[in-house]
């Protein structure tokens, strides 16, 4: 080991002052390395290894190189990180299955040449892979709350309640239409339905009859529509999509169950993931690959 040595102001380097520490604890060396020792801490308990790079990075100015998981919330900031950080093997991975995109900053260097030789050269110099800035998508409070309640029969009061909480996001028939036909449920909570039908201009009649201490009373009738279309993205920060809803009733001994049914949302979520990792190969100069890297 070297001896230690000073600066003109009497400062320690780094390097020496950590090869001062190994003399005092009387590390061993690992085979002919400089980089690598052993040491008993405490004193005949555990062998631990020491990796002077690791102890001179921590101390140092600057690190030898780059390491750590950047996370991201957006695909911009994702683009954004890559054109800062990139490498000519830089490769990002598309997680279909965790709605995750990862890119490798240090990831392995192309092949070069012949590749059915598989020497060292030809296969490009290897990276540590260590290096990664990762964007998880999440799941929308609106789409969660519209998922949660796709084909779940419901009270009159329970359906009532969550149109009401949620016509914002209706945009087919627009929200102060839905917000009176969630009216409409909650003023029958003391009724008995007798018929639904559905009319002429698609939609569907409710007649019902108020009950008063088990006696029937005046007799009414409410429409609603057999579908309504609902806008909102699967993910937060991303644009709003589409979704048609189709309106479902049962009617039993008078009793009325409501529920609704979202056409395919399942693919729409897919499909939107599908279309920001285009927007990421589109914005990117490196491979895309389909998985998860290893």
Known sequence: MSSVTTNDLGETSVSDAIQ????IAEADRIGESDRFFTQLVPAGAKLEQIDLHKLEDAYADRPRR???????????SFIVYLAKHGLAETEVWADTKGSALVGVINAHQAAQGDAASQSSDVEGLA??????????LVLSKEWQTWVALDRQWLSRQDFAEHIEDNAIDVIVPDGATMLEIAQSFQATLNSEFKEAQRISSGEVAFKYVETVQAQAGQAGEFEVPTSFVVAMSPFEGGDPVEVEAKFRYRLRAGELKVSYALTRPHDIQ???YLDLVQAVDDGIPHPVFRGRPA
Not at 20 to 23: F, V
Not at 127 to 136: F, K, N, Q
């Open 20 to 23: 001062a520490g190994l003399l």
């Open 270 to 272: 897919r499909q939107a």
């Open 66 to 76: 780059k390491t750590g998981v950047v996370h991201v919330r957006d695909a911009e």
């Open 127 to 136: 990276g540590h892979g260590d290096h990664r800035v990762l964007l998880e």
